[in-house]
């Protein structure tokens, strides 16, 4: 009896490149944020490292409307939301009737960042390692002025720390948790604007 015949080798699965895949579906919380006037892109879910970090539904935030994020925040899209809703309303009302401007420009000094807390060795993990923080140094305002956060007498009753004072009281409330100058050293040129899991909102 002859040899079988071989059949041929199957010919190899074509896989589609990234660029011509489908677009995946954008998260509720994405579509929110493009109503809500941000200019931001979804981000792949970072590494957990050995830390343990993780961020739900990544963006990097890069502009509010007309404010400029200075650099661009990577953050979990549900802060990010509530920064741009924070921005937008509460801070921006506020610059306009202290400073009588807008904002032209956000100065960020940190976001996503898998450490531990003040970035101490061995501390608990901080929020800024679950995208849920965000640290805010200054503005730059729409003609030309910039305003920084710095520790300020009480009693000063300048624009600026008048300003400082009530971004602190408006923050409380949206955010679980802000810090800046008062509340311990490692805050004294920063607000730290976290949603903490809380029972209450945490201010200093």
């Excluded at 954008?26 to 579509?31: E, F, P, Q």
């Excluded at 995208?131 to 009480?154: E, K, M, N, Q």
């Excluded at 100058?181 to 903490?196: E, I, K, R, T, V």
Aim: charged residues 25%; proline residues 10%.
């Amino acid at each position: 009896m002859a040899d079988p015949v071989p059949l041929p080798q199957p010919k190899p699965v074509e896989t589609v490149a990234n660029n011509d895949a489908p677009p995946q579906a954008a998260s509720t919380c994405a579509v929110q944020l493009a109503e809500a006037g941000a200019v931001f892109r979804s981000l792949p879910v970072p590494d957990p490292g050995p830390l343990g970090c993780r961020i739900d539904d990544p963006v990097q935030l890069e502009r509010i409307g007309d404010t400029r994020l200075s650099p661009a925040a990577t953050l979990s899209c549900t802060t990010a939301l509530k920064l741009v809703r924070f921005v937008r309303k509460p801070l921006r009302e506020e610059v306009r009737a202290t400073m009588n401007t807008e904002i032209a420009m956000l100065h960020v000094a940190a976001s996503y960042d898998c450490r531990g807390r003040n970035r101490q060795a061995g501390a608990k993990l901080s929020e800024h390692g679950y995208g849920r923080a965000i640290d805010v140094r200054g503005l730059t305002l729409a003609d030309g002025g910039d305003w920084a956060v710095s520790p300020r007498d009480p009693k000063d009753t300048s624009p600026a720390a008048r300003f400082q004072r009530r971004v602190r009281a408006l923050a409380c409330g949206p955010f679980t948790t802000v810090l800046g100058p008062g509340s311990d050293a490692y805050h004294d040129d920063h607000f730290h604007f976290d949603l903490a899991p809380r029972n209450a909102a945490y201010c200093r």
